[in-house]
């Protein structure tokens, strides 16, 4: 059964080498002040932000750069803003991964905006209005190309928040698997473990549908296969054009429309994490899963661990259900071991003290914990898969 | 490998029971002056009708009945685009399948054109502007609204042209299963045939990958299974509603994107059939399925068809390819057959004198019989193709 859905991603797709080519038209659609931002400068090193700027010549280009991961409020989204009111912003041109693609969204909005931006990110007050994004893809992860949402942290308030709007949709995202080749190996480690999660996290959404679960399925095993293939030949087209190809449809929706509500329990936590921390998110998704996946184990709950099984490692579906179960935990937590993840927090200096303040802040702050999902997580089942991470 | 693609759906998807109650506000955002069209008066049988207009007593509905299978440009589209003129038009709202919504876009550019509306459809001249189109289906079939595309016969040419332009995406379409509960076993099969034949023509595009043969396999499944139960069953919600999911998904494009050129031969050969005797397109589409498949078959396709064995039908990975493939082939002709559909052409009224000059006339009319397939079609093939299919 096909659960109600409600389903729009206006954003178009343009996807392949040397599509930057398009960029001057693109941009031509909405007006002649671009506001450019990127993050650390690796733009630089493989030649893209000269390219930009030469394609870009008959515009005028403000730049923002420096956009941190885990993108600030205080720092990013504010002086972004204030650059596009100052200069009369038509069009922000994002450049990088998820976190420049976030902090964008969240300027698109602030700039046009006269209050304080957070009353928007925090949902106190709806956005009315944005300016159009447009964004160039540096590194296969977060699938923000193809959402509407982005993840803002206020470091003042401790607060790492999730945010979601229709009129945050990028208009146009340019998809060029090369730039990705000089991604290093933690990042593309890192970057497809946040995929697998988002895939994992509708997986298990309830009431599932077995077309539903066909798709999801399909973007693990490809995000599998072809990360490992990247991890070995950074300059793989085929594997980095599939890897970025996934990561852009696995937080969109449309691979589980109809699955019924899911909620973002193992996001919520490690949104935790990184916000204490400023741990790599893919890398704190990584960790939790296995630990995760042993707390909400149940009878209601083993079926889904079993199709993950047969249908994902092909497991005889003769075996045992409970031990098919722990097999599949146990597969997942090698996998990422295997594409060199550290499976441990303490190894990204999360420290363990401070495990029961982020239990409570996770259940004060966080509103995607999930109560349609299968398991409700409280504040001891939160502790025992922080502790069981360390 | 994924390989260059554009894509971009804006429509909006509402689906679920009674989502025709946001009618009015959906309606609202485009003006006060609404068409109504429609077919031959089922959506009076089921009460949809009265609803509507009880929804959308604040408005001026002007009404476009009668609209036939295969729509014709002489009669709905001219008098449809006539009706807008006349009365302002800021909305055009289609109420039933595919041929109500394919009429309704030729509707919404045409009306917006000053010259002859067949030069749009014809492609002689590009559209610049439309009026905005909201659909309430009620019937899973052609996909026509979740893509950009239309159908449309001209009868005075013995023309029958597919035409797509980005400008006639429907801005909302309202998919509501139990619309489609009334459907009878004959469109049932019919429009499921259809969506089934969509999937496979994008299968065998070439070069395909694994990650869209996956997808469009998984949309194979459900649609075959779900017909069986929805025959039987016909108010059998999960299944009409996994009917019309994978029917709204099967034509658009999202299931395949990466999946290099693909043509739409079977598509191609079907348009004349039912342009040459108004046969029902999906029924068209069933019996060229397995004649063309037969056709194509090489050493060439050969894996293509071992892959559906393996992954479709769960034959054993094993069996001689070659038995599998034509075990394939039969097991989609035993398939057709088992939800109705008379295997045979003559069954329909084509009439075998008149395959050469149908022949003749897909090679000169039709530039979707894919040039970048696996197997090109000349004359002799097509009339091949036709016969075996008599």
Excluded at 122 to 147: C, F, M, Q
Aim: hydrophobic share 40%; aromatic share 10%; with cysteine.
């Amino acid at each position: 059964m096909i659960n109600n859905f409600y389903y729009h991603t206006p954003t178009e797709l343009v996807f392949g080498k040397d599509v930057i080519n398009y960029l001057p038209e693109v941009i031509k659609r909405y007006g002649k002040n671009v506001l450019l931002t990127y993050g650390g400068g690796s733009i630089k090193k493989i030649g893209l932000y000269d390219k930009i700027k030469e394609l870009l010549k008959d515009f005028n280009v403000i730049e923002l750069a420096g956009i941190e991961p885990n993108p600030k409020y205080e720092t990013s989204v504010v002086e972004g803003a204030r650059l596009c009111k100052e200069h009369h912003i038509d069009v922000i041109l994002a450049v990088g991964g998820g976190s420049v693609v976030d902090c964008s969204k969240a300027i698109s909005v602030c700039a046009k905006y006269d209050g304080e931006g957070w009353d928007l990110i925090s949902g106190k007050v709806k956005a009315k209005e944005s300016i159009p994004l447009v964004d160039i893809l540096t590194l296969s992860a977060t699938g923000s190309e193809y959402d509407s949402g982005c993840v803002i942290t206020n470091i003042s308030k401790n607060d790492k928040r999730g945010y979601m709007d229709d009129i945050m949709f990028p208009k146009v995202s340019l998809l060029d698997p090369t730039y990705t080749f000089s991604v290093n190996k933690w990042q593309t480690a890192c970057g497809t473990a946040d995929a697998i999660n988002h895939l994992l996290e509708q997986y298990f959404a309830y009431p599932n549908n077995s077309f539903n679960d066909g798709l999801l399925i399909e973007g693990m095993k490809t995000l599998m296969k072809n990360v490992k293939i990247a991890l070995e030949e950074s300059n793989n087209y085929d594997a980095r054009s599939e890897l970025m190809y996934l990561c852009t449809l696995a937080c969109n929706g449309i691979l589980s429309n109809g699955s019924g509500s899911s909620g973002w329990p193992m996001h919520s936590i490690e949104h935790a994490l990184s916000g204490y921390f400023d741990i790599t998110h893919g890398a704190g998704l990584a960790i939790i899963t296995p630990r995760w996946m042993k707390e909400i184990l149940s009878n209601r709950t083993l079926e889904r661990f079993v199709t993950l099984g047969i249908r994902l490692f092909e497991f005889d579906s003769n075996m045992d259900k409970e031990e098919m179960a722990n097999k599949v935990i146990d597969n997942f937590y090698q996998f990422f071991l295997s594409i060199g993840i550290p499976m441990h927090l303490k190894e990204l200096g999360v420290d363990e003290n401070r495990i029961e303040e982020m239990a409570k802040h996770i259940l004060q702050h966080d509103s995607t914990l999930g109560e349609f999902m299968y398991v409700e997580l409280d504040e001891a089942a939160l502790i025992r898969i922080l502790k069981t991470s360390m």
